[in-house]
């Protein structure tokens, strides 16, 4: 089903894809694009790239503001520069590329969006010449269990926003005096740099300020946070009721976290993978079964029933690249011994001396 689609022009000419992306909580294409991804892991770099082109449009309904124009204006101009220069010159990494026409076939896609966006904006100052401020004016971005996307903030930062995750900001304030952002869930952040206006994530007691750099936040309800420093440095802070705040500085290859005492604590990360699963693989490095399979709910969508408990304490090692929840388990079960069976959503783990 599908099958003909293969470009971001093919995409967005797709009207189910469109809605999808543009309408509010489409829970039947929430699970048809789901599960269309897993059978064509090969196009999922490609969904996501549309997607973000498409929410960004759909929530950009200001003026854009001048930094950002700057630096959309700047990553159109290496992108030319790129495609101008000759074979011998173009860097040996392998590079998605499209013929001119189908850039011209996007273009007027998004074109006519745009108007439509334009028209509804004049009709709603028409019909409503006294509207009423919303309370919060809030960029609110989030994705299912099983869903991954990439972002453009309005600074010229981008943010891939990991599975069941939400991502939060200020429309009219962002990227003009402050570029503030709250996270539930994970995400892996590469900043723009501006040296007079820091970014900073807050997720619960933990605030993490940058000025140009990237680096992954792990802050999903009822789990440790962590936060990964990949380039650049970070300034990690927790607040502390009626106490001094704790503070951090991490350098690349360092990671903050929480201790049981709930002090912040840093260390040197011996584990490089934090944030494999922007490239679409799952990493487990001697991580206990209960919180592979909390893991594994979240990264395909899917509800896992456990019976029996095993060995005690299990843990797993693996590294899987864009493989099926089907090959994840067939690899997984030799080890536990344990049998799985597999109806749609629903996943059941049967171990071999359960009753």
Known sequence: MKDHINTLSDLFEDADFRAWVLEDDPAHLNIFWSQWQKEHPEKQDLVIEAKAILEQLKHDTQPIAPIRKDAILARINETIATESKPDSAKPQAKRRRFPLR????????????????????????????????PVADW?????????KSKLYLPDGSTVILNADSELRYDRNGFGKDQRALILSGEAFFEVEKDPYCPFTVQTGSLSTTALGTSFNINAYPNSPMTVFLATGSVLVAKENE????????????QVAYLSKKERLTSKKEKNLKQYEWTRGTLFFDKTPFDKVIIELERWYGVQIKVLGKGKSSPVINGEFKQESLKNVLETMKYSLDFTFSIDDHEIVIKFNNSP
Not at 107 to 132: G, H, T, Y
Not at 139 to 147: E, L, M, T, Y
């Open 102 to 133: 189908i850039y011209l076939k996007i273009a007027a896609v998004l074109a006519l969006f745009l108007a439509s966006i334009s028209f509804w904006k004049v009709n709603e100052k028409i019909d409503s010449p006294n509207p009423v401020p």
């Open 139 to 147: 960029v609110i971005r989030k994705n299912a269990k099983g869903q």
């Open 242 to 253: 009626g106490q001094e705040n704790d503070s951090v500085q991490l350098v690349p290859g």
